[in-house]
Every structure is written in C-alpha cells, then in structure tokens.
C-alpha cells in the first residue's frame, strides 16, 4: 500500500557567522536622530549653516550618509531641529542667572572663543535672516523663552514693572548678542575684539545698575 509522505521543514533565519545582526530598536533609533540634532547644532554654530554638509555632518556623528535620510526629509528639516535644540540649550544655561550674571558670562572671550558651544543666537541670527520660515520661527520662540528666563531673574516683582523688565531684558539681549557678532567678526587676537567686550560689558552693566535703581525709586515713590 503506498504511502505518501510530507516533510515540512521550518527554516529559522539567522546571521551568518561572523555577522551581526544590524537591526535598530526604535529606542536606538531615537539615541541616533538626538547625536545627529546635537552634531549639527554644534558645527552650525561653528561654520554656518551653510559651512556643513550632510555627508560631512553625518560623517562627524559616526553615520553613513545614507542613513540621513531615515531621520530626516531635508536638511533644512535638521537646521530646524537643530537651531530648536541649540536655542533650548541658551536658555537652560540661563536659568537661575540675573541679567548681570548673564552679562558677565554672556559678553566674554570664553564665549567668543568657544563658538560651537555657545549661543546659538550669536552664532546663526545673521544666517537665520536668511532662511526659511519655519528656522525664524524656531528662532523667536528660542528668543522668546530666553527673554522670559531672564525677566523671572530681574529684580522688578510688581505687574506695574513688568513692561519696563521686558524693554531693560530685550535691550541688554540685543547689546550681548551684538557685542559677541562684532568680537567675532574682528580677526582672532585682535586688540578691537576685546575692546568691544570690553567696553559693551561695561556699557551694558551701568546701564542695568542704572535701570534697576531707577525701578526701585519709582516703587518707593508710590510706596
């Protein structure tokens, strides 16, 4: 009597030896696209946004060029990525700082110097005049939420001083961020670079020392 026979074989697929398997975990995945935002951020602020390259930024994040595209549509996507996260890095910096301490930090050689790790304001807002929408965007609320954290550490509690505390913080922003533009667009060692900290530093701290003590002869007046 014949009989038939049917043999099922299950086939589990395994890496070749000597091979690792190179599937990426969505956790990972997310570790890899922050290194990327943070690399970005950092040569941006050195070289422009301009200066840099995909194949050469991903190269300098440990990625192929290829994989770029996993993670982001363009790179004007990563530019805006980028800029949002440099921008939330000025302001955790600034947390807990009074707007002369800000100064003091803010209108510096080591923050000249240090480019890369430094204000993402400073080192784009020319660039960003320049860009798309989205990027001016990121870049007013990034300016926005640095107003605010130095206006919670100025010495004006009152809601009748609110709006002076926001015109002195808008306007020693500006001066800083100035200050540290013309420093950099001197060569490097130039006697007038350090003049112009020098002096805006200066400048700009009487001008807090002056605004504060005319706040508080106001709020005793009306006490």
């Known amino acids: 009597m014949p009989i038939d026979i049917y043999v099922c074989w299950t086939v589990e697929r395994r890496p070749a030896k000597g091979r690792l398997d190179m599937r990426v975990t969505k956790a990972q995945a997310e570790q890899n696209r922050a290194h990327i935002v943070a690399t970005a951020a950092r040569l941006f602020r050195e070289r422009g946004y301009d200066g840099v390259g995909v194949a050469e930024l991903m190269a300098a994040a440990g990625f192929t060029h290829g994989g770029f595209y ?55 807002g020319g660039d960003a005049a320049r860009q798309p929408a989205d990027i001016r965007t990121e870049f007013a609320a990034g300016i926005e939420n640095l107003l ?34 013309l420093s950099r667009a001197c060569p490097d060692g130039s006697p007038l670079a350090d003049e112009i900290l020098d002096v805006c530093r200066k400048e700009i701290l009487a001008s807090l020392a002056h605004d504060t003590s005319d706040q508080s002869a106001a709020r005793s007046q009306e006490a």
């Open 70 to 124: 996993k993670h982001f549509r363009s790179k004007a996507d990563l530019m805006a990525e980028a800029s949002a996260s440099g921008l939330s890095q000025t302001v955790a910096r600034t947390e807990g700082l009074d707007p002369a301490e800000f100064v003091e930090r803010y209108v510096s050689r080591e923050h000249r110097d240090g480019r890369g790790d430094g204000c993402t304001i400073a080192a784009l």
């Open 148 to 181: 605010t954290a130095l206006q919670s550490q100025s010495d004006t509690p009152g809601d009748a001083d609110q709006r002076a505390a926001r015109m002195m913080v808008i306007d020693m922003l500006a001066h800083s961020v100035g200050a540290i533009m």
